[in-house]
């Protein structure tokens, strides 16, 4: 990778960063700043972990049409956000406390991503990356009908809710939030960064990661779990996100074909602040809010999946 490249990726970051901060600031310009650092450290941390489970996951499946949610993790999300309201109702619901409601939904997406891995490929002579992704597959079909049919029997004021957490909403996360994922997706994406070079042998494939030393088995769950806990972490903090990864992964593995994996790592992660915080901006600043930022990357996301499968830009 060029040092033009590193220095226009830092350009924008540093650029989308200003102007959410500083652009129309006015009035109680403390207040509005404190506001508006902590909404961009959710932005930040929800394009870091999105992008870095993407890549990691893409390099585990050997597949760069595959991104995490395929697992079923929004699926299992959805599903506890209607259990949740059909036990507690609406106003039971409002009430869950932040911190603790979110750690219970990291824990059930972790916990289900290491029965599924552990199950599958801890059992396994070879890592079984197609059954394990099948597996996935099935049970986000499983999940989805599992919370339509837990919304049929809501009244209408909580199917709107459901309807409205169906979405990522980058509003929502508190500070004591924030706190409980920044201590749960750091440590994964220092990690992630530091297996770079192991990450680099797996990307070879299962028998010349053998031939040249690596515990291929041992280093597949350890990534899995890795993306694990950083989609599970982006998903409780401010929704799903489908096809966010599929279009940063994307865009770095064009920029720099046969680039390291930390480096790889790193570029995602900056064109994912670029395009998650300058989208956002963009939507709340110049639009009003009168769209969904999330609506329109899982929209233009599945077009560019479209267009690249067809092109046959994508294998």
Not at 139 to 147: D, E, P
Not at 150 to 174: E, G, K, T, Y
Not at 251 to 272: I, T, Y
Request: with cysteine; glycine share 12%; proline share 3%.
């Amino acid at each position: 990778m060029g040092v033009k490249l590193w220095a226009a990726l830092m350009a924008g970051v540093v650029l989308v960063t200003g102007l959410w901060l500083f652009q129309g600031l006015s009035g109680n310009t403390g207040f509005v700043l404190s506001l508006r650092a902590g909404k961009l450290a959710a932005l930040a941390l929800v394009a870091a972990s999105v992008a870095m489970a993407t890549v990691l996951f893409q390099t585990v499946a050997q597949n760069r049409i595959l991104t995490p949610s395929i697992m079923g993790f929004d699926a299992l999300y959805l599903l506890v956000q209607s259990l949740a309201l059909a036990t507690l109702g609406i106003s039971g619901f409002a009430a869950l406390p932040a911190g603790p409601k979110f750690l219970l939904e990291t824990a059930l997406m972790t916990g289900l991503a290491a029965v599924l891995f552990g199950t599958l490929l801890g059992r396994a002579r070879g890592a079984d990356i197609g059954r394990t992704i099948l597996s996935g597959v099935i049970l986000g079909i499983l999940f989805r009908a599992g919370s339509v049919l837990v919304m049929r029997v809501l009244d209408p004021n909580a199917n709107a809710v459901v309807q409205s957490v169906s979405f990522a909403n980058f509003s929502r996360p508190s500070v004591e939030t924030l706190l409980y994922a920044a201590a749960l997706a750091l440590p994964a994406m220092a990690l992630a960064l530091w297996l770079g070079p192991r990450l680099d042998v797996l990307a070879l494939g299962r028998d010349r990661a053998l031939s040249l030393g690596l515990p291929h088995r041992a280093m597949v769950l350890g990534t899995l779990a890795l993306v694990a806990v950083l989609t599970a972490t982006a998903t409780a903090l401010v929704g799903p996100i489908a096809f966010f990864g599929l279009i940063v992964a994307g865009l770095a593995q064009s920029f720099a074909p046969g680039a390291p994996h930390r480096q790889l790592l790193l570029l995602s992660v900056g064109l994912a602040l670029i395009g998650l915080i300058g989208g956002q901006w963009a939507f709340e600043r110049l639009l009003g809010l009168k769209a969904t930022l999330s609506v329109v990357l899982d929209c233009g996301g599945g077009l560019l999946f479209l267009m690249l499968l067809m092109r046959g830009k994508i294998r």
